[in-house]
């Protein structure tokens, strides 16, 4: 029969042997000293100068005085004295300094791997998930980022009738919505009240093209001061074409004016509705405030800018507000 356990080395009492106990207590000692393994230390590769009974360490790489020759074992100070534990493949500890866990390798203690987390039915990041809301975070902020490349959020639905949508909240009504609800069409809803919303904008699948349901679109002031030029670029690809309404206050009247054409030159441009007569002009190219004659608004192009630039000039005689609104493709 061996005298000892053969994983954790404990005395085994023998027959007929002599003060059992003796042997009892030192195997007791041990389990004492291993099971549930909790170290005040990994860093330390010399004896602190007044350790307290029971207090056990991991011995640094290095060790000495009382510790030499002892590197990754467990030191127990009992009785005066210390007692040393060589690990075993597997064992773990937790590390009372610093809150971590370590792990022995067969080595030398390390870090374990975190285990991945496959199937948690749910996941509350300082705060509580549940059946519906299984991912919970509560936090200033969420990073979602790439891992080497681009990087794709996505909401997937079972179906077309389905929804697979961003909800944005308040006080945990809803306030406004974007995705694919009900169908595979993209719209944004609003509401001010989290039951009734209202569908500010549609993207048809089928073809791409945008719907307005409110029938409401809210228009750009913009201010040009007399003899001055109000220029933007232009975000739509060479040819396109560009419908463009622009409404101004000429002599306390409000006058609109719809202008079409493609970006390819002045041209192109024809107004669908000039009155007065002769109070806009298409001219082409980058303008000052001063290229067109007084008494007129005048409207260009500037084609030979890399970003192609749509300039609106006031020579009205004096500052004025212009309302625009431009479509183009």
Known sequence: MPDRSSILSMPYIQPSQAQKHVTHNEAL????????LAVISTDLNAPPPQPGEGARYIVAPGGSGAWAGRDHNVAVWTDAAWIFHAPN????ADVLATGGTVRFDGTTWVTPAAEPLQNAPFAGINTTADTTNRLSVSSDATLLNHAGGGHQLKLNKANPNDTASLLFQTGFEGRAEMGTAGNDDFA???SADGTAFKTALVADAGNGAVQFPQGKTY??????????AYGFDIPFSNPARILMWMSVNIAGRYYLFSITGSLSGASNF???????????NFLSGALDGTTGPDGTINVSIDNSSSTRRMYIENRLGSNRF???ATLGK
Not at 29 to 36: E, G, H, M, T
Not at 89 to 92: A, C, D, E, H, T
Not at 219 to 228: G, L, M, Q, R
Not at 270 to 280: E, K, Q, R, S, V
């Open 219 to 228: 228009f750009e002031d913009v201010f040009i001061t007399n003899d001055d």
């Open 322 to 324: 212009f309302t625009l």
């Open 188 to 190: 944004i809803k609003v």
């Open 89 to 92: 493949s597997g064992w773990r």
């Open 270 to 280: 024809g107004g669908l509705f000039i009155n007065p007569p002769g109070t806009l």
């Open 29 to 36: 000692r041990q389990l004492d000293a291993i099971v549930q």
